[in-house]
């Protein structure tokens, strides 16, 4: 990874740390983005349910700042909200390690779409999937559609 | 509320709090049950966005804690695990104050058929709704799928 990539990173993850408490309980991490995928990450301990395995609240909260944290990466310089307005999880098995979830970039057809929407009207709305894998197999599915407000 | 009523709230805020750390965090509260209807509520302050306002991981979270406390209550002395399988939640509005998640019983049919399923087989499903409304009106829809083992 980049320095300049990295910083951005740090940055991205003071601002969910500064401005969404709960990233500070869950101890979210903004762990890597190679342009097309960004990783975020916690770890079991703060985010376990009844049952030992990472509770679904955790599972959705994470999967939720990844898509917020993805929009902003793509954004770059643009100052924007970013807000979600309608997901769907599916927890398929539990996850009994570290949360990872995995937020994939839109066909760059789509984020083009996107930015010019954004840059034109202001307000621009992109769907976004993340999956949580653990011990090898998808155990969480989310989709999310997000908005950017200037 | 009846005094039984207010200690098997209390038993199933203990049980939340002691067995998933992040409702302390939250700072949830099983506030009311009245055999129809659950509340569960949260300060805004450990809650909030970027925006100042109720952060939709808290939301999913809040609604998804009220799914699996209604089904422990439904299920009461019935030893069970409860888990949520898929749920979609639509953010319409803001919520600017306390995250209030109401949690509405099932058709009786439903819960009936639930319970028998369970009592017979060990392992039964039930679709529930949340929202949560602030200043008076519907600000988040949630639909969870939930299911609870023997």
Redesign the interface.
Known sequence: MSAVNEARLREVES?LHE????TR??AVRVASWDEQTLILEAPL???????GTA????L???T??AGYSLLWLLLGEAKA?V?????????RH?VRGTLRAVCGRPAEEEVEKFRAIFAQTGKARLSLVCTVEDEGRVCVEFEGSFVALR
Chains 1, 2 share one sequence.
Do not use: K
């Open positions: 601002f401005q969404i408490p709960l309980a869950m301990e703060p985010n376990h349910n009844h049952l509770f679904g609240g955790s959705s909260a994470l939720t700042l909200h807000v979600v307005r309608e997901s769907t999880i599916r927890y539990p």
